[in-house]
């Protein structure tokens, strides 16, 4: 059984203040990594996908990296507007379901 | 990009009766839909993946009449809460998948917040 789990559960910074954060993954044949964002009250927003150990991408302050056992998701000099909750999900080869980690609550303080 | 739209964004019903919540793509067809509720400060868990013209495939411990998925065109899918009681109040938020699904391999719906009284 596909699991995720992402450290840590809250995470606050100062803004300015550049932090990870982890996202854990087991599972049998990885097909992609997802990134999303959502704020309060709505649906997920996409950020990234990883297919490969090894690959980055970036947007604007956010970074993700991907390795064999887990993604991080570097945030440069955060800024207030970038409080959020941030979700990673897999995609195993044999499915197109996603699996869930339970997030990370990200707040910025100015 | 690939955008689902879904509606109502709220919906307050009373308990007992039914409510559907509909989930349209707007610039793609989606052949996959897939639908989750998510509690208060937990994450995203699947009840059900719909296909176009075929029968939802429903998580263990979802109830398939309670919950009943419609899927019956490539733009378009439904789902009804049927007899809706206070337990089932909760964020319901849709996905697509897209073809061929790469960096926009899954889009999502703006959530309804659904509150039985």
């Known amino acids: 059984e596909d699991q995720v789990t992402q450290s840590p559960e809250a995470l606050r910074l100062q803004e300015g203040e550049s932090s990870s954060l982890n996202c854990s993954y087991t599972?049998?044949?990885?097909?992609?990594l997802f990134w999303y964002r959502q704020d309060p009250g709505k649906g997920p927003e996409f950020l990234f996908t990883?297919?490969?150990a090894g690959e980055e991408k970036e947007k604007e302050r956010l970074k993700a990296t991907l390795t064999k056992k887990e993604s991080f998701l570097h945030i440069t000099a955060p800024k207030p507007e970038d409080s959020a909750t941030y979700l990673c999900?897999?995609?195993?080869?044999?499915?197109?379901?996603?699996?869930f980690g339970e997030g990370t609550q990200l707040t910025v303080n100015p | 990009g690939a955008v689902v739209s879904q509606h109502p964004s709220r919906v307050i019903c009373k308990s007992g009766t039914s409510v559907k919540i509909e989930c349209r793509s707007l610039?793609?067809?989606?052949?996959?839909m897939f639908w989750y509720r998510q509690f208060p400060k937990q994450s995203l868990m699947l009840m059900a993946t719909?296909?176009?013209?075929?029968?939802?495939?429903?998580e263990q411990g979802v109830e398939k009449d309670k919950f009943l998925i419609n899927h019956a065109s490539l733009t378009l899918s439904t789902l009804t809460v049927t007899s809706a009681h206070p337990e089932d109040s909760s964020f319901y938020i849709c996905?697509?998948?897209?073809?061929?699904?790469?960096?926009?391999?899954?889009?999502f719906g703006s959530g309804t917040r659904l509150t039985v009284v």
């Open positions: 996905s697509a998948r897209v073809i061929p699904g790469d960096s926009y391999g899954y889009t």
């Open positions: 599972v049998s044949g990885l097909r992609g």
């Open positions: 990883l297919y490969s």
């Open positions: 999900a897999v995609q195993e080869t044999s499915g197109s379901r996603l699996t």
């Open positions: 610039d793609f067809q989606a052949t996959t």
């Open positions: 719909s296909n176009e013209g075929s029968k939802a495939t429903y």
